[in-house]
């Protein structure tokens, strides 16, 4: 079985700051990895995935998350944030062969303020 | 292309009422997922189900909850004489074919939010 731990339950920062929402995984076996975001209110939003490849993932608003295998995490960056990107962000994971569902973290509620 | 619908967004019920939430896919997605979000919890497993079957109800208790995807109409997920402790976000989602496995997003609706008084 697979499981994923955010340390942190809330991360504050100013706006224009930059910021990494911490996640790690365990797993025996190979895995997939993404991040969700949810706006208050509002069903979750996929933001990226590790599938295969290159290990640094970009999504389109300037986030981006590095698999680091060694250290089995998958830490979501943004170098400058913004007040709309307040929200709060899963991790998940899944198995990459059978079948496995996917496994969220408790997430990581980011206050961005001015 | 409309997303995963949800209704109700917001549902009371007094204990021991039924309550029944409805999941409409996404147009072409025939997998739908089941989550419930606890405050202060990552969103847990409940049940997968394609078309006329249950796949995997691993995360469902094994009281009080069902689910059902039938060949026509949306998923329903129900909950028989609801107790406090099942207030809840319940979120559906969706995928075209096989889910997050085989490295496909699932796509979340936006939630039923349950209270039970």
Redo the contacts between chains.
């Keep these: 079985a697979q499981s ?1 731990t ?1 340390l942190d ?1 809330q991360v504050p920062v100013f706006e224009e700051a930059p910021v990494e929402l911490r996640c790690n995984y365990s797993s025996s076996v190979s895995v ?1 990895l ?1 991040w ?1 975001v949810q706006y208050p ?6 933001l990226l ?1 590790y ?1 295969s490849g290159s290990t640094l993932v970009e999504s389109i608003n300037g986030f981006e998350a590095e698999f680091n295998k060694s250290q089995t995490s998958f830490h979501l960056r943004k170098p400058s944030v913004h007040i709309s990107d307040t929200a709060e962000y ?1 991790c ?1 994971v ?14 990581t509620m980011l206050l961005v303020s001015p | 292309n409309a997303g ?1 619908m ?1 209704n109700p967004r917001h549902l009371v019920r007094r204990r021991g009422q039924e309550a029944r939430l409805r999941c409409s896919p996404m147009k072409g997605h025939s997998h739908v ?1 089941w ?1 419930r979000q606890l405050p ?6 409940m049940v ?1 189900l394609q078309k006329e079957n249950i796949i ?1 109800e691993s ?1 469902m208790p094994k009281e009080r909850f069902s689910a059902e995807f039938p060949k026509e109409g949306p998923s329903i997920l129900r909950i028989q004489q609801v107790v406090r402790g099942d207030s809840a976000a319940y ?1 559906c ?1 969706s995928s075209p074919s096989k ?3 085989s ?1 496909n ?7 039923s939010w349950l209270t039970v008084v």
């Design positions: 994923v955010q339950s997939y993404f969700y209110n509002q069903g979750l939003q996929l995935k599938l899963f998940a899944t198995h990459t062969s059978g079948y496995s569902t996917l496994t969220f973290g408790k997430g | 995963v949800q997922y989550y202060e919890e990552g969103l847990k497993f997968y995997d995360g979120f989602a889910g997050a496995d490295g997003t699932i796509y979340f609706g936006e939630g």
